[in-house]
T-cell receptor, first 114, second 115 residues
Framework: DTAVSQTPKYLVTQMGNDKSIKCEQNLGHDTMYWYKQDSKKFLKIMFSYNNKELIINETVPNRFSPKSPDKAHLNLHINSLELGDSAVYFC?????????????FGPGTRLTVL | AQSVTQLGSHVSVSEGALVLLRCNYSSSVPPYLFWYVQYPNQGLQLLLKYTSAATLVKGINGFEAEFKKSETSFHLTKPSAHMSDAAEYFCAVIRTPSNDYKLSFGAGTTVTVRA
C-alpha cells in the first residue's frame, strides 16, 4: 500500500564504492524527483523525470546518475562515493499538469559514507 | 530565483499554546506555496498549500496558513499545540508559471512542544 517506496532505508558504505538507491511509486504519477537532505536538514532538488524524460538536472556532480526505466521507477546510481555524499535522499512523485499539485515523498534513504 | 525564508530555526511552545511558524517568499508574481512536515526519521508530508485560490488555507492536523501578498508572507499557525506536533516544518515554493514544478524549500523550523 506504500505510495512511494525506497530501498534500501539505510546504506553504509566505504569511500570510492558505487551504490544505487531504488524508488517506486504506485500512484500512477508521471513525474518523479530526487531530493538530498544534508546534515542540517536542508532539502535541495537533484533531478526530476517526467514520463522517463529528464526535466530538472541541478548542479549535481556527474557521479550521480538517475535512471528511469518506466514512469513508476526512478533509481539513483552514485559512483565513487565521497564523504560529502552522506545525507538522506528522498524520492518523490507528483502528477504532471499542474504545478500546484502535491509532491508525495518516500521515507528516505540514509546514506553514510565512511 | 524564487525562494522562501523561514524566520526562526527553532520554535519551542507549551502544549496547548499557539504555534506560529513564519515564512516569507521573494517573488514579484505570487508563487505556489506549501508547508510540509517531517516527523523524526520519516519522509515529508503535505500540511497545506496555496495555489491562488482562497488566501486562508486550512490543512491537516488543525494547521492553517494565510497568504498575504502585501507582506509576501505565508505564515503557518495552529491554535493549540499538541505533543504530536513536535517535528520539522518546511515552507516551500514553486514559481509561477512553472514548466518544471521545481520545489524550493526553506531551511526548516524545528518545533518542540513542552508538556
Amino acid at each position: 500500500d506504500t505510495a512511494v517506496s525506497q530501498t534500501p532505508k539505510y546504506l553504509v558504505t566505504q569511500m570510492g564504492n558505487d551504490k544505487s538507491i531504488k524508488c517506486e511509486q504506485n500512484l500512477g504519477h508521471d513525474t518523479m524527483y530526487w531530493y538530498k537532505q544534508d546534515s542540517k536538514k536542508f532539502l535541495k532538488i537533484m533531478f526530476s523525470y517526467n514520463n522517463k524524460e529528464l526535466i530538472i538536472n541541478e548542479t549535481v556532480p556527474n557521479r550521480f546518475s538517475p535512471k528511469s526505466p518506466d514512469k513508476a521507477h526512478l533509481n539513483l546510481h552514485i559512483n565513487s562515493l565521497e564523504l560529502g555524499d552522506s545525507a538522506v535522499y528522498f524520492c518523490a512523485s507528483s502528477p504532471w499538469g499542474t504545478a500546484g499539485d502535491e509532491q508525495f515523498f518516500g521515507p528516505g534513504t540514509r546514506l553514510t559514507v565512511l | 530565483a524564487q525562494s522562501v525564508t523561514q524566520l526562526g530555526s527553532h520554535v519551542s511552545v507549551s502544549e496547548g499554546a499557539l504555534v506560529l511558524l513564519r515564512c516569507n517568499y521573494s517573488s514579484s508574481v505570487p508563487p505556489y506555496l506549501f508547508w510540509y512536515v517531517q516527523y523524526p526519521n520519516q519522509g515529508l508530508q503535505l500540511l497545506l498549500k496555496y495555489t491562488s485560490a482562497a488566501t486562508l488555507v486550512k490543512g491537516i492536523n488543525g494547521f492553517e496558513a494565510e497568504f498575504k501578498k502585501s507582506e509576501t508572507s505565508f505564515h503557518l499557525t495552529k491554535p493549540s499545540a499538541h505533543m504530536s506536533d513536535a517535528a520539522e516544518y518546511f515552507c516551500a515554493v514553486i514559481r509561477t508559471p512553472s514548466n518544471d514544478y521545481k520545489l524550493s524549500f526553506g531551511a526548516g523550523t524545528t518545533v518542540t512542544v513542552r508538556a
